[in-house]
């Protein structure tokens, strides 16, 4: 099936530094998205994007939180200063559209963050 | 607010018998879409099959079928003829029909351990 690619697979990083989590959607695909799972808790929705804008956030995506994606290239999550309740892996997804089979996510295999 | 639970924590079965997965969710919206993922054990996130709730038909991909109650808000996977690379981790997500964002609920999943 259609792959999504997440860039690294973990990352440790110090409280308070800054880090980005690097994803490169489906190639066709238009909507981007973030997911969090905390270790043995469901997946939780932080994000969507949509032609350079975000369409909706969670009250888990925090005011440290951001997200862009310059000229077509890495759908990147910054997170800046990083906190100890960041740890988490972060999933990335894409979507070609949302409505109808258009709206199935197409996951990544998630970067583990490790704020220490 | 909508709510998916799955409520079975792990599953063994014997390769090459079938395994059922209950799964329960909760919306006000008529229009729903419901999903299974499964995840590997390299962290990989897979989408499975879907079923549109205005679809009276179950789904079927392969050897995974979805037993749709729609009275009782029940979409159960079903695998057949389970292989030993059908161990994992599986998924249930929701997006409600109404409002922008294409936004999953996912259950917190059940493990599946398919036995030689």
């Known amino acids: 099936g259609p792959k999504v690619l997440q860039i690294p697979s973990h990352q440790i990083i110090d409280m308070g530094q800054m880090v980005t989590l690097n994803c490169d959607p489906v190639?066709?695909?238009?909507?981007f998205y973030w997911y969090k799972q905390i270790l043995g808790q469901q997946m939780e929705f932080l994000v969507n994007f949509y032609n350079g804008k975000v369409m909706e956030k969670s009250k888990l995506f925090k005011d440290q939180f951001s997200v862009e994606r310059p000229d077509g290239s890495y759908f990147t999550l910054k997170i800046q200063p990083t906190a100890l309740e960041d740890s988490a892996v972060y999933f990335c997804?894409?979507?070609?559209?949302?409505?109808?089979?258009?709206?199935?996510?197409?996951f990544g295999a998630g970067t583990r963050l490790s704020v220490l | 607010a909508q709510k998916v639970t799955q409520t079975q924590t792990s599953i063994s079965v014997m390769e090459k018998t079938t395994v059922t997965m209950d799964c329960v969710y909760e919306t006000q919206d008529s229009s729903y879409f419901l999903f299974w993922y499964k995840q590997t054990a390299s962290g990989e996130i897979v989408f499975l099959i879907r079923?549109?709730?205005?679809?009276?038909e179950n789904a079927t991909v392969g050897h995974y079928s979805l037993n749709f109650q729609k009275p009782k808000s029940s979409i159960g996977l079903i695998i057949t003829a389970t292989q030993i690379e059908d161990s994992a981790v599986y998924f249930c997500?929701?997006?409600?029909?109404?409002?922008?964002?294409?936004?999953?609920?996912f259950g917190i999943g059940t493990r599946v351990l398919v036995r030689p």
């Open positions: 997500a929701m997006r409600e029909g109404q409002g922008a964002g294409n936004k999953l609920t």
């Open positions: 190639s066709n695909h238009l909507y």
């Open positions: 079923q549109d709730s205005y679809k009276k």
């Open positions: 997804a894409s979507s070609l559209g949302l409505g109808g089979p258009q709206n199935t996510l197409y």
